[in-house]
């Protein structure tokens, strides 16, 4: 698919240490130390309605990784999915009659214009669940060989039994696990499975639902293999970062992790699996289900500045749950401004110390709170010396820019 327009994204003198991020599988805050090439996948968005502050906060957040990477000089390869053919998207086209492939191009589409108003670095690599059917078909077939799927009715099933280390990546109890695999699309007690856990891997055509013909028969794909056969393809096994909002940690990552290690007999899967906290409204969870949603488009909309957009979730350590506010838009709004009138301002030499400061707050594990509060001490110092202003570069703008996506001298502001 396409993807979206790459920002441009200034260079800046230096270096930071290496990017430490949390990982859910060892449960600590770890060195993420890519090859040259660092691989990233993170889930994308099922395309059923318009991208809300969750979801981009979500991807903001792993744009800071693509950023520090790419700040450290490392090539980033980082890959995205579409859920572009899946039950919520089936049903919302049965509420609104509309046809499920025209709801998902035009919401791709509004998520692919937010993403780019935002500056997020577009992955390299965007695909659709549908066009990659070959693939997952392929991959069903192997795990076929290993012994690690069967069939209820037509529909083919996984055996986590398969993998041993099964549960080693959210290290969730079993209790808990059937809890949020049946809130989460599961079908914990459909009579015939092995397992209450054992997740879909191929639905067999029912009808009046899309279907595609393939050595596995009518049907279309299940969720966590779909984000395997198209990580697979793309970055191959021990890529460095799985991301996505927390609610995609049990049981989404650890399936997609069963899935591969089974299929390939390798391990890891993912050498970190980082999450995003989830945002809401208040007291509430951002989803669609529930109505309580802050779209990016109205945002952009109603004019506020696509920076003032990032402060406001950058002001939150992305492992936090958080809460939306108005309150908490003004503050970024009125940050911008305040980084944007300092930036204008003659800067001495201090820049080489902010931008190390900055960086070292990232690089622990995406320190955000604390990077803004680097920038803020800058933009106070200069505003309180004072000076003539002027309209040349500024290295400290130049590193938010790079390494926060935040623009402070834009000329159309
Ligand atoms: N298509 C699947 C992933 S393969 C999916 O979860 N789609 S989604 O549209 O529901 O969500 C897209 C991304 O936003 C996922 O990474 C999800 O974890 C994240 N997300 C969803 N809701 C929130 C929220 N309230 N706060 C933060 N992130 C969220
Ligand atoms: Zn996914």
Request: charge should be negative.
């Amino acid at each position: 698919m396409e993807s979206w327009r790459t920002p441009a994204i200034p260079d800046v003198p230096g270096r930071g240490p290496d990017l430490r991020l949390y990982d859910a599988a060892s449960r600590e805050v770890r060195a993420t130390n890519p090859g040259a090439t660092a691989r990233m996948y993170v889930c994308g968005i099922t395309p059923y309605d318009a991208t809300h502050m969750g979801h981009a906060a979500t991807y903001l957040t792993f744009d800071l990784v693509a950023r520090y990477w790419q700040d450290r000089g490392h090539d980033v390869h980082y890959v995205q999915n579409v859920t572009d053919i899946d039950d919520p998207l089936l049903e919302r086209a049965v509420q609104t009659g509309e046809d499920w492939r025209a709801i998902a191009q035009r919401e791709t589409q509004l998520f692919r214009e937010d993403m780019e108003a935002l500056g997020v670095i577009p992955p390299r690599d965007y695909i659709g669940a549908v066009e990659s059917i070959p693939s997952v078909v392929r991959c069903i077939e192997g795990l076929r060989k290993r012994g690690a799927v069967y069939d209820v009715e037509g529909d083919l099933y996984f055996d986590v039994s398969a993998d041993a280390l099964f549960g080693e990546v959210s290290h969730a109890t079993d209790d808990r696990m059937r809890e949020l695999f049946g809130e989460c699309g599961g079908d914990p007690l459909r009579p015939g499975k092995r397992h209450p856990l054992d997740p879909l891997l191929w639905r067999a055509a029912r009808r009046e639902e899309p279907a595609w013909d393939t050595p596995l028969g009518h049907g279309r794909p299940g969720w966590h293999i779909e984000c395997v056969a198209i990580a697979l393809d793309h970055l191959g096994m021990s890529f460095d970062v799985q991301g996505g909002g927390r609610d995609l940690l049990f049981p989404h990552h650890e399936m997609g992790a069963a899935h591969a290690e089974v299929l390939t007999g390798e391990w890891p899967y993912a050498r970190h699996y980082t999450h995003a906290g989830l945002v809401g409204l208040s007291g509430h969870k951002m989803s669609k289900s529930l109505g309580n949603l802050v779209f990016v488009h109205r945002l952009r909309q109603d004019g506020v500045h696509p920076s003032a957009i990032r402060l406001a979730v950058a002001a939150h350590h992305y492992r936090e749950d958080w809460a939306w506010t108005d309150a908490g838009l003004a503050e970024a709004i009125e940050r911008h401004a305040r980084w944007s009138r300092a930036a204008r301002l003659a800067q001495g030499p201090v820049a080489a110390a902010v931008i190390a400061d900055l960086r070292a707050a990232l690089a622990d594990d995406l320190d955000t709170p604390r990077a803004l509060a680097v920038l803020d001490r800058w933009a106070s110092e200069a505003l309180e010396r004072g000076g003539p202003e002027h309209d040349g570069p500024c290295q400290v703008a130049e590193a938010a820019d790079a390494l926060l996506g935040v623009r402070l001298l834009d000329r159309d502001e």
